[in-house]
Structure formats: structure tokens, C-alpha cells
């Protein structure tokens, strides 16, 4: 166990962290950015270092992705600190997902836009199944989930349902704690596949997953089109939903939402880096903004060949059920990519772009 009292590193974590980049460096399989970005010099300069607040060190790092091998990027960040202590790691990473976002770069100040700017992706309802629009959300006097412990949790939980029993109009709902949770209520929220389950071998590997399912729970509004995770991945994610393509009702909730609820707590917030969270690759703007799409004739030469044009948008393939999943039946998920750099209007502006290209496209090759 780490000594946090003391400013030195544990051997042991030392001596993980060296098995740990041979272990990488020699799997012919690994394409990582963990792998490409922790050279010898990274690792030389960093493996005894530790987060102030937490103690954090380069092994909460890199932990999941040294026993995950096949992940895409490797890394999260056990705290806020971490971002700036192990900067010689975060910062080509982040460069590299976030489409060139440098060290000297600095993300612009949050502007959410006019969502009236927006319209119907799909008008025709034809290719378009659903929209979706997500922020992530760190609550400032919080650490982030390894170093979350079970008091922080419950303090966390409270603080927030709270919060989101306050909500009115169309944003007004139901909080359910999963701590508890009837048979019922969990069946329904299944259902409507809004329950999220323990994390996967990825967040379990980086410590993501302790003391499940206390202080974890899902809100949503009555009519189902606004949804917040509390306790998952991040503390809170703030989702705006609904059929169809009409971006302009999904992102006008989702910027209602955030405003409302930005009223009532404080967030982590970095002057360069944006708004803060557990991974890297979502920082800045944190916003995701994805749709449901049947493209057929794009996606004849299945993900991979939907994704080389996709690439050319900036966006983001994945199967029907999200990361590290097959599409079912046709349907892709598809978001875009950056977050960094660019304002949480220009984000989805580039989704909603994107995807009107790729129909357009589709459309030709009928």
C-alpha cells in the first residue's frame, strides 16, 4: 500500500512501473497510446513522482492500460493533480486523441451557442434512428473516482440528487439510487437502457469501480429524454436524448440542463485543459455528440471502411451498444471526435456537419 504521508514512491509501485512498460513494449499486439508515449525517458522522469492532494502515482495512471493491452488509449487520471503532475504522459496523449491540441495551446472559455442555430439532421427520418448529447462533469470538491472514498460517495450522491430534485418544466423527474434499487425499477430502467452497470475490465483495472453501487444512481425526466448518471465513469453525465435527428431540441435541453444545474455546484475546471474528468480523451468541452445511424451502403465494407470516411469529418465510429461493441443490425453510433480546442457549440456543429455529409454520401452510392 502506498504511504501517502511520505513523498517517496513505494518501491514496489517502481518496480511495477518498469515490469509494466517492458510488458508493453514487447506485445507486438499492443497499439496504445500508453505504449507509443511512455518511452523510457517518460518513464525515467516520472515513476517517482506523486499528486499532492491524493498521492497519487504513475502506476493509477497507466495501471489499466498495462493490464489491458488491446485499449485505444491506456491512461486516466486518478485526480485533477494528476493532469499537470504526469503532464509528460497526459500531454502527447491528449495532443495526439484531441486532433493536435499542444502543450502550449489553451482551450477556449465555455460557450454553450444559440441551439436554435441547429436543425434536423435527418428531416426525412430515413438513416437517423436517435440523437444524443452528453457533457461529462467532475463536482469540484471531489476527487475523482480512485480516490473517491465510500463517505465521498454517499456525500457526493446527496449532493447531487438533491440538486436535480430542484429541476421544473421539462427537465423535472426521478432520482433512482441503485443502492436499494427494487426489482422493478431496475427492470424498467433496463428497459428503457438507461442503467448503467458496473464498469468494465478497463475502468475496474484503473480503481474506477470501488464500493459499487454506493452513492451511484440515474435520473431521468418524465418524459425520458433527459438523463444524469451519478457515480459512473464521472461523477456526473449530463444526457440529452431523443428519436430522430432534430439536434437543435436535444442540444437546447442538454444546454438548459447544464446551466440549471451549474447554478447549484461548482465543477473542475483547468484554464487550459477545460473541464475535468477521469479520462483524457474527454476533456475540454467533454461533450459528446452522437447519433444512431443505419448508412448501409457506407457501411458495406463493415466499421473499418465507415470509419475511413468518418475520418474525414472528425467523427467517431463505434457499434449500436458503444465502445468496444458490435453494430447490431446495421446500426452505428457515430460522434465527434474532438473535444479540445474548440468551443462545446463548435463540437456539435461538427457532429451535426459530419453526418450530414455521410447521408448526403449515402444517398449518391443508392
Not at 34 to 48: D, N, P, R
Not at 136 to 160: A, D, I, W
Not at 183 to 189: G, I, S, W
Request: net charge negative.
Amino acid at each position: 500500500m502506498l504511504n501517502r504521508a511520505s513523498n517517496e514512491v513505494d518501491p514496489a509501485v517502481i518496480a511495477y512501473l518498469e515490469d509494466g512498460f517492458q510488458k508493453l513494449q514487447s506485445d507486438p499486439n499492443c497499439k496504445s497510446l500508453l505504449k507509443k508515449h511512455l518511452t523510457a525517458e517518460v518513464l525515467q522522469k516520472l515513476k517517482g513522482l506523486k499528486t499532492a492532494t491524493f498521492g497519487s502515482t504513475l502506476k493509477d495512471v497507466i495501471q489499466s492500460g498495462v493490464e489491458n493491452p488491446d485499449s485505444g488509449v491506456g491512461v486516466y487520471a486518478p485526480d485533477a493533480e494528476a493532469y499537470t503532475v504526469f503532464a509528460d504522459l497526459f500531454d502527447p496523449i491528449i495532443e495526439e486523441y484531441h486532433g493536435g491540441f499542444k502543450r502550449t495551446d489553451r482551450h477556449p472559455p465555455c460557450t454553450l451557442g444559440d441551439p436554435n442555430q441547429f436543425g434536423d439532421v435527418d428531416p426525412e427520418g430515413k438513416y437517423v434512428v436517435s440523437t444524443r448529447i452528453r457533457c461529462g462533469r467532475s463536482v469540484k470538491q471531489f476527487p475523482f473516482n480512485p480516490n473517491m472514498t465510500e463517505e465521498h460517495y454517499k456525500q457526493l450522491e446527496e449532493l447531487v440528487s438533491g440538486t436535480l430534485k430542484d429541476m421544473s418544466g421539462e427537465l423535472k423527474g426521478t432520482y433512482y439510487p441503485l443502492t436499494g434499487m427494487t426489482k422493478e425499477v431496475q427492470q424498467q430502467l433496463i428497459d428503457d437502457h438507461f442503467l448503467f452497470k458496473e464498469g468494465d475490465r478497463f475502468l475496474q483495472k484503473a480503481n474506477a469501480c470501488r464500493y459499487w453501487p454506493t452513492g451511484r444512481g440515474i435520473y431521468h425526466n418524465d418524459s425520458k429524454t433527459f438523463l444524469v448518471w451519478v457515480g459512473e465513469e464521472d461523477h456526473m453525465r449530463i444526457i440529452s436524448m431523443q428519436k430522430g435527428g432534430c439536434i437543435r431540441e436535444v442540444y437546447g435541453r442538454l444546454v438548459n440542463a447544464v446551466n440549471e444545474i451549474e447554478k447549484r455546484m461548482a465543477f473542475s475546471h483547468d484554464e487550459r485543459l477545460g473541464f475535468l474528468t477521469f479520462c483524457p480523451t474527454n476533456l475540454g468541452t467533454t461533450i459528446r455528440a452522437s447519433v444512431h445511424i443505419k448508412l448501409p451502403k457506407l457501411a458495406a465494407g463493415g466499421q473499418e471502411a465507415l470509419q475511413r470516411v468518418a475520418d474525414r469529418f472528425q467523427l467517431q465510429v463505434r457499434g449500436s451498444a458503444g465502445e468496444h461493441s458490435e453494430a447490431v443490425g446495421g446500426l452505428y453510433d457515430i460522434s465527434n471526435k474532438e473535444r479540445m480546442g474548440l468551443t462545446e457549440f463548435d463540437a456539435v456543429s461538427k457532429m451535426n456537419h459530419g453526418i450530414a455529409e455521410l447521408i448526403k454520401i449515402e444517398k449518391e452510392l443508392e
